[in-house]
Structure formats: C-alpha cells, structure tokens
C-alpha cells in the first residue's frame, strides 16, 4: 500500500494549492483528479469567462466607434471565432496546472475516482491508498432549480455553455446572480437578444442596491430585457412560463446555484460529516469530523471564489502538515462581477453592518460624476460606498465602476488591517484613476467629522493666533 504525508482530492483552485504547498515543504503529496486538472476555474469558470467578456466587451467598443469619428461594423460576432480565442486562453495557462508541473514539486498525480475507504485509507480506482493527512477539494457543480419541465428541456449552465457553435439569436437567462448577469451582457455584446430572468426583486439581490439598480439601468441601455421578481413556473415546447406568460427561446441557460461534489466519496467510511445544505462539515480550521481529513474550497460552502478556495487549500495543508494555523479573515474577502460595469465588494454590506454594529454605523456614498477619470471617460454611471463601523473603522466597500476588481484590492486591505477612514484618506493614490473614488468618500468622512468639531478647530485657531501674536 503506497503511504503518503498529504493526499489532495480534487484538482481545483483549492486542491492545486493544498499540493503545491505540500510539495514546497518536502511532503510526500499525492494529488487525485477524475477529470482534468485546473478545474472549474480554468475549464469552465474564470478563465473561459473572462476570455469571453474581453471579446464581446471589444465587439461593443467597435459598435461605439462611431461616436469617436470611425466607421464601426455592425451585425453579431462570429461565435466560432470568439470560442476559438476562449480555447487559446485556457491552452496558454493549463501548463501552470500539469501534471509535470506539479511533478518539478514532488507532488505525484493520479487519474481517478478517489472513494474512502476508511478514516485514513482510500481507494483510487481500486488502488489502495494510506496517508497522513487528506484534503477535501472536490469543488461544485451547476445545479438546476426545480422548476417543472426545467430538467427535461436540457438547458446549458455555466459548465455546458462553452460547447456553443453558433450564436443563439435567442437566448433566455434563467439567474440574475454574478454568472447570469456576465453571460447574459456578453451574448447580448456578441448580437443575441437576451432576457434575464431573477426571482428576486431585483439583480445581483446580495449586493448594495443602487449597485444592482446601477447594473439593471446598463444591461437595458445595451438592449437586454430584465425581469425581476419573475419566478419561472414551467418550461415546455422551447418557452419559459411565468407570470407574464412564455418566454420563447433558441437557448436556455440556467445559472442559478451550485452543489456540493460530494457524491461517491464514501465519506461516512471516513467519518466526514456533511452540512444541511450538502456540504463538507469543517471546523475554523477546515477539519472535518475526522481530524485527519480537511476540507477546503467550494465543497465547505464558505467559499465560492478561487481565490478564496486557494487561500483555504494553502492553510489546509499547512495545518495538517506543520501544525501552524493560518486564520482566513473571511470579512475581508473580495468578491468582482465582471460585467461592465464591474461590481466589485468586500466586508459588510450597509445592512449587513447595520445588523451587527447598529447605530454605530456610518455610510458614506459617492456618486462618480465626482471621479475625475470617470468624467474623462465617460462611465460616470459608477458609484463607491464605504461602510464605516465602530471608531470608523472600514468594515466594508463597494465599487461600481470599469476595473472595479483592480480597486477593490486596496479597499480589501483597509478592512483586514481595521484602517480608519482617516488612515485611508491619508494613503496617497495615484490621479486619475477611479480609486480616487473611495479616497473622496474617505475624504468625505473626514470632512464631515471636522465640520463637526469645527466650533473646537475654531478655537483652537484663533489661540495660535493669540500666540503668534
């Protein structure tokens, strides 16, 4: 039986990381994948996504040539062609994710289905297996609603999507989450007649409010219909039922949720428990119920993003391996919709704040007809808010705006180090950029507190006078 110090089920973010990390410290470290390593991330998520955001977004600023004095095509793109430049992307970055890549670690790799079959054995394709310690990173996969006649009609998701030849001419959106919302602008770029369908009241219902009413007004302007508190019913015949009646479709893609890969890994062999929701049961150190087996990335339900599914799989391994715990601050984790405009967040939302700290609370607002670069630009559609806590303290921010991703790093590290909105507004940024954006609402805050206390800066003013004197 082959004996290793580190075995990493999954070749995702989380799980690439965890054996990566082993490896780097000499552990003898066996990584297991049944498909293809990168995982969703390179395969189906992130990186595919983001090639074809970059496409439609520079198919839109061709049709926009016109307002700048160039002729500009018009008519849809050639979606072959936009998926052949997808292919050449995840080609140029799925050698970072080898095999012989994580060979130069030491780290060794198996094709298979990893199944448990005891707290510290398990069975690749019939293989025995013994280790020290194991991680859990079998990441998630679309799951649809149960919406009757949904199943049967075959819809395409976030994994299935990528197998399109031709550009649909219709294409129905079921999800006005993250996912729904860049798809359903990016096709809609390329030429289809888009509809997004969400049950909420509103898009992107877990962010800030004027940020999903900032998002709605955009996608409509560029010809999507939106509808919201729309609640799908059936879907029969290539229609959509609500209660506005069918909504005809050449496509449909369902982007609503995610589940757990937990099946078929003979867990209760293991002694790992799952959630009620399905998920891996872990503790703050992401142990399961067996301390030997951790768990990391989508599969516990506290991450949904690589980033953070990366961090998680590095503390994972270094517990187990080392014994040093590494705390994930999970109140200062970024998260970006990659529509146009970016939504980009970290920390609290206002109510989120509201709830915990009350009264203590302050929001400060910015509406970025006041951001240079933005005027320059022409996007002044965009917005930041700071959420302010106890002492000032930053406990949250969103931005709304092009590369909101890129600003929101510096924001992410103001609620991990506690900043105030005074040592924000004291950090020098760069002009003109829209991280001038939180610095005036930083600027704002400061402002305020000072007009505030400005009967005691009064005061004190006319005694340096006095002393001058």
Known sequence: MSVYDLVVIGGGSAGLTAARTAGRFGARTLLVERNRLGGDCLWTGCVPSKALLHAAAEVAAARRAGDHGLSAPAGPADLAAVMGRIRRAIAAIEPHDSAEALGSLGVKTAHGRAVFTGPRTLA??????????????????PALPPVPGLAEADPLTSDTVWDLAELPARLVVLGGGPIGCELGQAFARLGSQVTIVEAADRLMPREEPRASRVLRERLESEGLTVLTGHRAEKADGGALYGPGGPLPYDVLLAVTGRSAGTAGLGLESAGVELTGRGHVRVDDRLRTANPRVYAAGDVTGRSAFTHLGGVQGAAAATDALLGVRRRIGYDAVPQVTYTDPEIARVGLTADEARERFGDAVRVRSLDHDRVDRAVADGRTEGLTTLVLGPRGRVVGATVVAPRAGETIAHLASAVRLGW??????????????????????????????????????????????????
């Open 124 to 141: 690749v394709d019939g293989r025995e297996v013994s280790f020290r310690y194991a991680v859990i990173a079998t990441g998630s996969s």
């Open 420 to 469: 105030t909105a005074s040592e924000y507004a004291r950090t020098v940024h760069p002009y003109p950029t829209y991280a001038d954006g939180p610095w005036h609402a930083a600027l704002a805050d400061v402002h305020a507190r000072l007009a505030r206390g400005s009967r005691a800066t009064g005061a004190l003013l006319t005694l340096r006078r006095k002393v001058r004197r």
